[in-house]
């Protein structure tokens, strides 16, 4: 029953994440704490990210901003690793508050650079890259960072889609590998993490026909939801623990 609910979530997660950019870490990663614990959790959601933005890439494959991606990869592949690296230091009660606090505090974090519309440039990715990449390591999704930062970049619909997967991409695989490097990638994980990441490549799929017709004020208020639910629901389960 607990694979099976998984799944569901999986696939609304990451029919949600297919349309809007993002999401389906933030709405899945509460579900595996619950069923695996933290520790466990956050490098299931590793593997489960790298399929997601897989997905993500070959229904968009024309249109990813090969530039873009690169800017933005090459710093934040390394920064990922060793924000991973801090991860496994950290208790599982402060990996719960720290991932909680932190989807919560993206909230007013994204309405603010909402307001300061201005365009950035490729270097502008790169430091963003570096920056959101460390912090991908530890907090699991930066999802609701790197989407203004790319839409501010110019990219929109396919192209945003396509390149913020393609662009955060290596920092999940880069994630997964230093955790395999110091044994919190088991193969029992492994495996968890393949199972929850073919629900959400089935989602990104099935929410390729819906992208051309969803509006900005729908995007803003999935978003919010999604984060202040899961964010409190991290929150919960560090109190639970405790």
């Not at 300061?116 to 502008?124: A, C, D, N, P, R």
């Not at 790197?146 to 889609?161: E, I, Q, T």
């Not at 990638?185 to 992208?211: C, H, N, Q, R, W």
Request: hydrophobic share 55%.
């Amino acid at each position: 029953m607990g694979f099976l609910f998984i799944l569901a979530v999986g696939l609304v997660a990451g029919t949600i994440s297919g349309i809007v950019g993002t999401g389906s870490s933030i709405m899945l990663m509460p579900v595996l704490v619950y069923q695996y614990g933290p520790k466990q959790a956050v490098p299931i959601m590793a593997i489960a990210a790298v399929m997601a933005n897989l997905s993500r890439i070959l229904a968009w494959w024309r249109e990813v901003d090969w530039r873009a991606c690169a800017a933005y990869s090459i710093p934040g592949i390394p920064a990922a690793a060793l924000g991973a690296r801090t991860l496994l230091a950290l208790p599982s009660r402060a990996v719960d508050i720290s991932i909680g606090l932190f989807l919560i505090a993206m909230v007013p974090t994204r309405h603010w650079l909402a307001r300061h519309e201005f365009k950035i440039s490729l270097w502008h990715l790169a430091i963003g890259g570096a920056v959101i990449g460390y912090i991908t390591g530890i907090v699991v999704s930066t999802g609701p960072l790197s989407v203004p930062l790319f839409l501010f970049y110019g990219l929109d619909k396919g192209a945003f889609l396509a390149t913020e997967a393609a662009s955060s991409l290596g920092l999940y695989l880069s994630k997964s590998v230093t955790f395999q490097q110091f044994g919190a990638l088991t193969p029992d994980i492994a495996l968890k993490g393949v199972i929850a990441g073919a629900s959400l490549m089935s989602g990104a799929f099935v929410a390729k026909p819906f992208v051309l017709r969803l509006k900005a004020d729908v995007f803003r208020l999935v978003m919010d939801a999604i984060m202040l639910a899961a964010g409190l629901s991290m929150l919960w389960n560090a109190a639970h623990s405790s």
